[in-house]
């Protein structure tokens, strides 16, 4: 943004008016939008510390505090606008009412700036640009697609209903993960405490028979030392290495690629991985044919929605394919991640031109086979956790138990 004077007669008297603006031309729309009276001249300036000190720290601060808006609250305020501006209530106005009535700070700033813009001359679609960030891809393109046909509120209930979808798939996963979760941060506390407290009191009697100790006594040991000893640099190491992973993984995407590349070859996360960034693909993109929106457009918009890179660059040659002229069954063939039923499905879908209720049937059938995995997932994460609980209960056993053995065959002369 460059930095302009604007120079405005209001009521016989100058104004110089200090603005950003990409160019001249724009500079000079603001000005006629924000200020009553005449545009005398629109002149380019160096912008003063001052201003740039104060452009900075706002900057700054709302970098710091950039985080998206909670689903609940945005599903809650898009379906709000769309009855809103289905009632016919101007667009302008209904943004600054639920800017007005929520409780979420991020909701508030951003709907607010959304109403100044809208305000300032701009598109709803264009003034959504600023904070991809915090509405996600989705919803700019819905938006798009309803400014497009001139049906912006049946876009904003598709949206809502498409982002209900995804937060109870959200919420599905976790309930599913919460009680193996708890179990396991249960264990992992008993094992910490054991480790602390009740091994200490046996490494005295040990350090007494000074004799060669089995193997899992001395790890044992060595568990209780690092803990008892180094337990606040152990877990200051730990906190820093996961600071650093996910910076590293937010950062550089060439490991972010490498980890969701091991994600997908892992047990069990695989799967969930597979069938739920499917189940948003398809869900997404039927909903924006049933729209009307392009094949090469939809899976744009879809294939944005996904967050795993290397499912990202797969269905990435789908819009490749298509572009060149070539069948969206055939790209989707290509990339390996379909069933041969499902092509079968697609290609007679864009045979019969029934795409968009054939792609819906696509979707319903990925969203069954996520709700069967979800369903699955504490029965199929079970032996995992007896698996590891059996290993800790059989360490601190033997690691306990062996030693004393030895010393009661030791007392009766064996």
Do not use: C
Request: glycine share 4%; no cysteine; net charge neutral.
């Amino acid at each position: 943004m460059k930095y302009f004077i604007v120079t405005v007669l209001t009521k016989g008297k100058k104004e110089d008016i200090p603005l950003y603006a990409t160019d001249r031309k724009e500079a000079n729309n603001y000005a006629k939008l924000k200020h009553s009276g005449i545009v005398i001249k629109v002149v380019e300036a160096t912008e003063p510390l001052e201003a740039q000190l104060k452009r900075f720290k706002t900057n700054f601060l709302q970098n710091i505090q950039k985080r998206k808006i909670k689903p609940d609250a945005l599903i809650a305020a898009i379906r709000q606008l769309a009855v809103m501006t289905n009632a016919g209530i101007s667009i302008h106005d209904s943004l600054n009412e639920i800017a007005k009535s929520t409780q979420d700070a991020s909701l508030k700033f951003v709907f607010s700036k959304l109403a100044d813009d809208i305000n300032s001359g701009y598109s709803l679609s264009a003034s959504m640009e600023n904070f991809r960030f915090e509405l996600g891809n989705l919803a700019i393109a819905m938006v798009q697609l309803g400014e497009k046909t001139g049906n912006l509120d049946e876009s904003l209930y598709s949206l809502a209903n498409m982002l209900e979808e995804i937060r109870a798939n959200v919420i599905k996963f976790k309930k599913a993960m919460a009680y193996p979760r708890n179990v396991m941060i249960a264990m992992a506390i008993a094992f910490v405490v054991l480790i602390s407290y009740v091994v200490p009191e046996f490494k005295a009697i040990f350090e007494e028979l000074n004799a060669d100790l089995p193997l899992p006594t001395q790890i044992l040991l060595t568990l209780e030392h690092l803990f008892n000893n180094y337990g606040p640099y152990v877990l200051a190491v730990l906190i820093v290495a996961v600071i650093m992973f996910k910076y590293l993984i937010n950062n550089h995407k060439h490991i972010r690629y490498k980890w969701h590349e091991l994600l997908l070859k892992v047990y069990l996360i695989k799967s969930v991985i597979m069938y739920a960034t499917l189940s948003r693909f398809t869900l997404v993109f039927s909903e924006l044919v049933k729209a009307g929106i392009p094949i090469a457009e939809a899976l744009d918009t879809s294939i944005s929605m996904i967050d795993n890179l290397p499912l990202k660059s797969k269905l990435s040659s789908v819009r490749m394919t298509v572009e060149k002229g070539g069948t969206l069954n055939k790209g989707l063939q290509d990339t390996g991640l379909f069933e041969n039923m499902i092509i079968q499905m697609i290609s007679a879908g864009e045979d019969g031109g029934a795409l968009d209720a054939m792609m819906s049937k696509v979707a319903e059938y990925f969203k069954m086979r996520f709700d069967a995995i979800i369903d699955g997932l504490s029965e199929a994460i079970e032996p995992i956790m007896l698996l590891i609980i059996a290993s800790m209960v059989i360490l601190l056993a033997l690691g306990i138990f062996l030693p004393m053995w030895d010393m009661g065959n030791a007392v009766q002369g064996r």
